[in-house]
């Protein structure tokens, strides 16, 4: 078998991770929890959807947030297991807890199902109508783990998946499913499909010699043309969502102007070929998610 790439692991062993007791720590790592940033994005389409909702509930903010970090944990670890043994080919991810033998299949299906009990106590906290589309969503985190290994496009339901929050936020705020969490929705996939395109160049080296396919793969140097439609479709339908929530044009403005901007420095520095530059862009994008939930919250408590 040909050696792996020099790409080193993910594993952060500092933060959180070194404060926790030694035997919490392959646990911790499995759920990322070294790693927050898979979390925030997550988070953000449900704050999103709270916000262009017009909510100021604290509590539905709070809750959210418990939730997404359950199921990111809940979502990585179901990956690890499914991908254990492609993980001991990639340097990236040799030394995770399953991939290395720190946690056992058994232990890992033991915090899966405590996970997974944190995130429905909170999904039961929410109307009947999120509820519904809460579990409507768990068939699109059990199915990504095995896109990698039928389609270059894995990125589009992985894109439907980490963006259901904005469905989830706005009908937990509303109680019903309208447009503007439909073309939220949008925007997040599309979203999701630029910064994970960014991010799996870190792996298309290892990628190509296992057979995991993925959108960096292929679309290799056109990368930067088609992250100008992803990202442009991110900003337009975001610009849309709000206006057809009622926001006015000056707020829609505002928010389309300064996600664009950023994206725009995102495709100005973006170096297929720099792991390291590759890592620093797919974690700016928890920026994209401040710069819309701010003139949301703004806009909703100041502008009504």
Not at 24 to 46: E, H, M, N
Not at 96 to 110: C, D, E, H, K, Y
Request: with cysteine; proline share 4%.
């Amino acid at each position: 078998m040909r050696a792996m790439s020099a790409t080193r692991s993910d594993i952060q062993e500092q933060g959180l991770l070194a404060l926790l007791p030694p035997g919490w720590r392959p646990y911790a790592k499995l759920a990322r929890l070294d790693r927050p940033i898979g979390t925030w994005l997550l988070l953000f389409p449900c704050w999103w959807g709270l916000a262009l909702a017009g909510s100021h509930d604290i509590g539905l903010y709070l809750l959210f947030a418990l939730g997404a970090l359950a199921m990111r944990g809940a979502g990585c670890t179901i990956n690890d297991m499914m991908d254990r043994d492609f993980d001991r080919q990639v340097a990236r991810t040799a030394l995770r807890p399953l991939a290395s033998g720190q946690v056992t299949m058994v232990q890992a299906g033991i915090f899966l199902a405590a996970q997974g009990l944190i995130g429905l106590a909170v999904l039961l906290a929410l109307n009947r109508t999120a509820i519904a589309l809460g579990l409507a969503s768990t068939l699109l985190v059990a199915i990504y783990p095995l896109m990698k290994r039928i389609t270059h496009w894995p990125q589009i339901v992985l894109g439907l998946a980490f963006n259901w929050g904005a469905l989830m936020g706005w009908t937990a705020a509303r109680g019903t499913l309208d447009l503007p969490a439909l073309l939220l929705y949008g925007s997040g996939i599309l979203w999701t499909l630029g910064y994970d395109t960014i991010y799996a160049h870190q792996d298309k080296d290892d990628d190509a010699r296992i057979g995991v396919k993925s959108t960096a793969l292929r679309l290799g140097a056109a990368t930067g043309r088609w992250l100008v439609f992803f990202y442009g479709g991110t900003v337009l339908l975001i610009a849309a969502a709000v206006l057809t929530a009622g926001g006015s044009l000056g707020l829609t403005v505002l928010i389309a102007g300064l996600i664009a901007a950023h994206f725009g420095w995102q495709l100005v520095w973006l170096r297929i070929d720099d792991p390291d530059q590759c890592l620093l862009l797919f974690r700016a994008n928890r920026f994209i998610g401040w710069l819309v939930l701010i003139p949301l919250l703004l806009g909703s408590i100041f502008l009504g």
